[in-house]
């Protein structure tokens, strides 16, 4: 995934999950080492499919368990959609 994506996905990571800013959020973080519970990871898959426009099916969000996940995921669903 573009740098660009992997940023704005830890941004919403780091909202929903209220994160304080002297935390690191990276591509490797994984959401459950940032203290994300399943109804957390269902509410960033909610926040990123606003923020970029697209819908995440429930069978490709169970297997996001990074941020790069999201972001790489994110990307071959905004091309499907654009194509």
Same mark, same amino acid.
């Given at each position: 995934?573009?740098?660009?994506?992997v940023?704005?996905?830890?941004?919403i990571?780091? +909202?929903?999950? !209220?994160?304080?800013? =002297?935390?690191?959020? #990276?591509? /490797?973080? +994984?959401?459950? !080492?940032?203290?994300a =519970?399943s109804l957390? #990871?269902? /509410?960033i898959?909610?926040g990123?499919?606003e923020?970029?426009?697209?819908t995440v099916? /429930?069978e490709?969000?169970?297997?996001?368990?990074?941020?790069q996940?999201?972001?790489?995921?994110?990307?071959?669903?905004?091309?499907?959609t654009s194509?």
């Amino acid at each position: 995934a573009k740098p660009e994506t992997v940023d704005k996905v830890c941004g919403i990571v780091r +909202k929903q999950l !209220a994160i304080k800013d =002297d935390t690191p959020v #990276t591509g /490797e973080s +994984k959401f459950a !080492a940032l203290g994300a =519970d399943s109804l957390d #990871t269902v /509410e960033i898959v909610m926040g990123l499919e606003e923020e970029f426009g697209i819908t995440v099916e /429930e069978e490709s969000a169970q297997s996001i368990a990074t941020v790069q996940d999201a972001a790489d995921l994110i990307e071959k669903l905004v091309e499907k959609t654009s194509a």
